[in-house]
């Protein structure tokens, strides 16, 4: 798009190319100096990083992004009577769909298990590798990441962009800020288009929206998210991490010092200074100073600095250090993932080595383990049919004339099938017990429930006085499905007077 | 207000001035956009309580510019709620309650209908559970002194038991002992006979001697076999219910004073869908005929 060559030769002056490094004058956005109490946000240009970990990040953001956009539209078949969406949050329905699993809403308790297992599992990445989340994989992040992109293509690198800035509003200008922002909106349009699509069926609603059709709450839903993703991640960017973010305040107390994290070598780097190109004088550190590392942060932040709380640990200053090593022949990695303990230890002679193994991620990979074998017993195990049967408390019990004793209960059938089927209902424990079923034509030989749905019947059981030695007993129900003899029993309780 | 910054040396940020055991708390700076967003959502205060009703005044309070009332608030979706309704109460209205019985959809509207109005209207008699008490039938068992079809439940409802309509179902049990019918000895022996005919008695020449009594005096109402007549609301008297108590006291009070219990009639108090609802849920507890 913008002749970067062009752009970058005009503002890197000869000098700063002594090293055959391109120098940047970038400084650090938390600067240690006097600030006002109310600080004035300092813009970061962050330039463009090379290596490995920008190569991931691309990777990652490609994935993520798809996972997002495209997941409403992966077909699952379910037969009739049930969309044909692998993931959908139907709420009318009061259902969610995921792939082969279909829950209802009394057993959100999977989400519960969900919610867990994401947390920890988040808590042991943390203490292995530092803010992986928040540097690779957090939507503040990739998206933000995105929206840089954008504009990198409109007005091209981080020298281009400080330049455009200055420069007055010519036509060039003007369209090249207005394109940014354009392609800006139409993205977040795209991804507050993409949320709706989890709560309906993806194709119906998607025609929906262009005929106008749709529920008011999708279009309100979809400006509301447009909205946000302009806001937070072309505008405010850092700032959401650096100051309304509760993460990187958790994060720091799952971190320990056998974490990986960004660390900047100062024993290797210090003293830092620029040199001749092609000559390392012994009085000064790896560090020629040329501030790429800073140029490229996303954060604005200065690594060498040591570890601060603006770090998201993205590791593009690793790329940017690593490509400047290359140039000026010294080794690589004066940026690199390493552990606290570890620069003691160099410091103190030792060998650095990693410590994956400790008692933090032991217990977080227990935790781990235990909650997934529980949900996953609890899925293979779960039935398509569920029984409920609640007993009436007031009265407790009635007396009929014939001096038997009648208890009231309600009996609530779920069926998971996406099929009609019918049960009958029996009870056990209770000699001579008869049972009465509210409704007309409706009897124990045979309780239809529809398919998908739940049915609750008022059922009375009867007894004689003289089946009861005590005021009360253990009865049993027993719901039989009469097709495939699915059985499921129900304990309840069967009272008398005293 | 010249009072000296202090800088802490390792983050090069300004403290409070406050020490707690060597410790200082920094003054971190705040960003200038959250200072303009405390200032805008003070902005946003004040127009608030010129659009929205705000201050409270000595008898009334600021109205605000548009005019909203949370209470027109309530008033609207309690009508939405009713006209939502009005679908199944104008079936009610049309449809006989055997009708209703057999329309799945009115006989669960009919049943949370007729349930609410029951623990608002009757429960203070007849309990929330419908379980009655001394003198005051339940309404859960098989045993109806009026009748326990949805007609006879119905006209109960409508006109209740010894009310002041003109409709009213009435009948009076003279007071055997009170107004000296019968001396205290025959009253016990009726009572005896009485108790018998449940299987009860305590004493079988008593009774013996009372079923002659009862042949005379309360076979008209009871019937000779004491199965009572719903028609005239004479209460079964072979069975195991008993609303004033089945002990031989309880049982001889009743002969000796009667009882006339009351209930009031609906018609009038309560609209005709909701005496129709009330019945179909009163039928629905278990001994409806
Ligand atoms: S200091 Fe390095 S790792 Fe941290 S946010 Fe900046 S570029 Fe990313
Ligand atoms: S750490 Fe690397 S990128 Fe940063 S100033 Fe030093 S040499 Fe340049």
Redesign the interface.
């Known amino acids: 798009m913008v002749d970067q060559a062009v752009v970058q030769d005009a503002t890197a002056k000869p000098a700063d190319k002594r090293e055959g490094v391109e120098r940047s004058d970038a400084e650090p956005v938390n600067?240690?100096?006097?600030?006002?109490?109310?600080?004035?946000?300092i813009k970061i240009y962050p330039r463009l990083a090379r290596g490995g970990f920008r190569r991931l990040k691309w990777g990652v953001m490609a994935v993520t992004l798809a996972i997002y956009y495209l997941t409403p539209w992966i077909r699952w078949d379910r037969g009739p009577n049930a969309p044909d969406q692998a993931v959908l949050i139907d709420f009318p329905g009061r259902r969610f769909y995921f792939f082969f699993i279909e829950i209802w809403p009394q057993e959100v308790y999977y989400l519960t298990g969900l919610l867990i297992l994401a947390a920890i599992g988040l808590f042991l990445v943390t203490s292995l590798a530092g803010r992986v989340w928040c540097g690779y994989t957090c939507p503040q992040t990739v998206w933000t990441d995105l929206f840089i992109a954008v504009e990198r293509f409109f007005q091209g690198d981080r020298a281009s962009r400080i330049r455009m800035d200055k420069m007055p509003w010519t036509g060039n200008k003007v369209w090249r800020k207005a394109a940014t922002h354009v392609t800006w909106v139409v993205i977040a349009a795209g991804t507050g288009g993409a949320w709706v699509f989890y709560f309906a069926d993806a194709p119906t609603l998607a025609q929906q929206l262009v005929t106008f059709d749709a529920p008011a709450v999708a279009y309100v839903t979809i400006a509301t998210l447009t909205f946000t993703t302009y806001l937070l991640g072309g505008l405010a960017r850092e700032?959401v991490c650096?100051?309304m973010c509760p993460w990187p305040r958790i994060q720091g107390g799952l971190l320990d010092e056998e974490s990986l994290v960004i660390t900047y070598h100062e024993d290797r780097g210090e003293p830092r200074g620029a040199r001749k190109k092609g000559t390392h004088p012994t009085e000064l550190g790896d560090c020629i100073d040329c501030n790429q590392c800073v140029a490229v942060c996303p954060m604005g932040i200065d690594i060498r600095d040591g570890q601060q709380l603006e770090c998201i640990t993205c590791a593009l200053c690793i790329d940017a250090c690593n490509g400047v090593m290359d140039k000026v022949g010294l080794p690589r990695n004066l940026i690199s993932y390493d552990t606290l303990a570890n620069v003691e230890r160099v410091r103190a002679g030792e060998k650095p080595r990693l410590r994956l193994i400790r008692p933090r991620t032991l217990i977080y990979t227990g935790i781990i383990a235990l909650v997934t074998l529980i949900m996953l017993f609890t899925l293979v195990t779960r039935s398509d049919l569920d029984v409920n049967i609640l007993r009436?408390?007031?009265?407790l019990f009635?007396?009929?004339?014939?001096?038997s004793i009648?208890n009231?209960y309600t009996v609530k059938i779920i069926n998971k099938q996406h099929a009609e089927r019918h049960f009958t209902l029996a009870v056990e424990g209770l000699p001579g017990a008869s049972i009465?079923i509210?409704?007309?034509d409706v009897t124990a030989a045979d309780l239809q429930v529809d398919p998908d749905d739940l049915e609750s019947y008022?059922v009375?059981v009867s007894a004689p006085?003289d089946s009861l030695e005590d005021d009360s007993l253990d009865l049993r129900f027993l719901i039989t499905d009469k097709a495939d003899g699915t059985r499921v029993t129900y304990d309840s309780v069967f009272r008398g007077p005293k | 207000m010249a009072h000296d910054?202090e800088?802490d040396q390792v983050?090069?940020?300004?403290t409070t001035g406050h020490e707690w055991d060597g410790i200082k708390e920094l003054?971190t700076?705040?960003?200038?956009?959250?200072?303009w967003t405390f200032y805008a959502t003070c902005l946003w205060a004040l127009a608030y309580w010129v659009v929205m009703p705000a201050w409270p005044l000595v008898s009334s309070y600021t109205k605000g510019v548009i005019g909203y009332s949370s209470r027109e608030q309530l008033a609207n979706t309690m009508a939405e709620a009713r006209a939502a309704q009005a679908v199944y109460l104008d079936r009610i209205e049309q449809a006989s309650l055997e009708e209703i019985?057999?329309d799945?959809e009115l006989?669960d509207f009919a049943q949370a209908g007729g349930g609410s109005a029951f623990a608002v209207n009757c429960s203070q008699c007849h309990?929330?559970?419908?379980?009655g008490s001394t003198g005051f039938p339940?309404l859960?068992?098989?045993?109806w002194i009026w009748g326990g079809t949805l007609e006879a439940i119905h006209q109960t409802i409508l006109y209740g038991i010894r009310s002041d309509h003109d409709e009213t179902r009435f009948n009076e049990m003279p007071a055997f002992g009170r107004d000296e019918i019968l001396d205290r000895e025959q009253v016990g022996d009726v009572a005896e006979y009485v108790l018998s005919l449940s299987g009860s008695e305590t004493d079988p020449a008593a009774a013996q001697r009372g079923s002659e009594i009862f042949a005379e005096q309360c076979a008209a109402c009871h019937g000779e076999d004491g199965t009572g007549n719903q028609d005239l609301g004479a209460p079964?008297l072979t069975?195991?219910?008993w609303l004033y108590g089945g002990d031989k006291a309880d049982v001889v009070q009743t002969i000796a004073n009667s009882r006339s219990g009351m209930m009031p009639a609906w018609t009038g108090r309560l609209d005709e869908t909701t005496i129709k609802q009330l019945a179909v849920y009163v039928h629905?507890l278990?001994?409806g005929e």
Do not use: C
């Open positions: 600067k240690k100096e006097r600030r006002s109490l109310y600080q004035k946000r700032q650096t100051y009436d408390r007031n009265p009635v007396t009929l004339s014939d001096g009648r009231g009465d509210v409704g007309n008022r009375f006085r | 910054k800088i983050s090069g940020t300004e003054n700076p705040l960003p200038r956009w959250w200072l019985v057999n799945r006989l309990g929330l559970g419908a379980a339940n859960n068992d098989d045993n079964n069975d195991a219910i629905s278990g001994g």
